[in-house]
């Protein structure tokens, strides 16, 4: 089973440049999140999506945006990098219910340099 | 948000028990308490969780305080492959609500 694919692995950015985060599920889960682990830290929500088209902001939302264009996939995008986003980022989901497991994809290392 | 309380850091020999403690004495009646661990360099896992029984699974046990302030993940037999952080979440069952706090890093060895 994949379960949450997130890519690249790693990823060495300039100060101001662009990217997008990929992560995509397969278990047809309704919510997913992002979040963002800075080292010796817990993690911390950046966006979450309850469903195509739907997505609110978490604890961290500056400096990034998101979409769900679809049930599967969740991509979290930054624009103009900077120093302070240099993190692990980690994509969940999970399916509705009163107990919301959440699943993790195994994360995307970011450097801005 | 219920707030939590873990130890930083705990040690356990392999092939013994471990009990890992939480305290979130300002949980809501409706929150379920989640674990998760954190095995380095990966994401997170879901454990265990529970709502006011105890419960045990493939993983682990989850002891659960009458009053529901404290809880106690038990691992009944550690091995190095449990070195990781463990983090005992309250969770409303809202989207938005689980919330990681720094955790206990478990360091097991032989």
């Known amino acids: 089973n994949a379960g949450v694919t997130q890519t690249p692995k790693f990823r060495i950015l300039k100060i101001g440049q662009s990217m997008t985060l990929q992560c995509t599920q397969d278990?047809?889960?309704?919510?997913m999140y992002w979040y963002r682990q800075d080292p010796g830290m817990g993690l911390k929500l950046i966006y979450y999506?309850?469903?195509?088209?739907?997505?609110d902001k978490g604890e961290v939302p500056n400096g990034y945006n998101v979409s769900r264009s679809t049930t599967e996939d969740f991509p979290l995008r930054l624009e103009l990098a900077a120093p302070s986003q240099t993190s692990v980022y980690f994509c969940?989901?999970?399916?509705?219910?009163?107990?919301?497991?959440?699943?993790f994809g195994a994360g995307t290392r970011l450097s801005v340099l | 948000d219920a707030k939590t309380t873990q130890p930083n850091s705990m040690e356990s020999n392999e092939e013994e028990p471990v009990h890992l403690p939480c305290n979130h004495s300002?949980?809501?009646?409706?929150?379920?308490i989640h674990w998760y661990r954190q095995l380095p360099s990966q994401g997170p896992e879901y454990v265990i969780h529970?709502?006011?029984s105890n419960v045990n699974n493939r993983m682990a046990s989850l002891a659960i305080a009458e009053d529901r302030k404290s809880s106690t993940l038990i691992l009944h037999r550690a091995t190095l492959r449990d070195a990781a952080v463990y983090y005992c979440?309250?969770?409303?069952?809202?989207?938005?609500?689980?919330?990681f706090g720094t955790g206990t890093r478990l360091q097991v060895t032989l």
């Open positions: 969940a989901s999970s399916g509705p219910g009163l107990a919301i497991i959440q699943y």
């Open positions: 278990m047809n889960h309704n919510y």
């Open positions: 529970g709502l006011t």
């Open positions: 979440i309250p969770n409303t069952g809202t989207a938005s609500k689980l919330t």
């Open positions: 300002t949980i809501s009646g409706t929150d379920y």
């Open positions: 999506s309850v469903g195509a088209g739907i997505t």
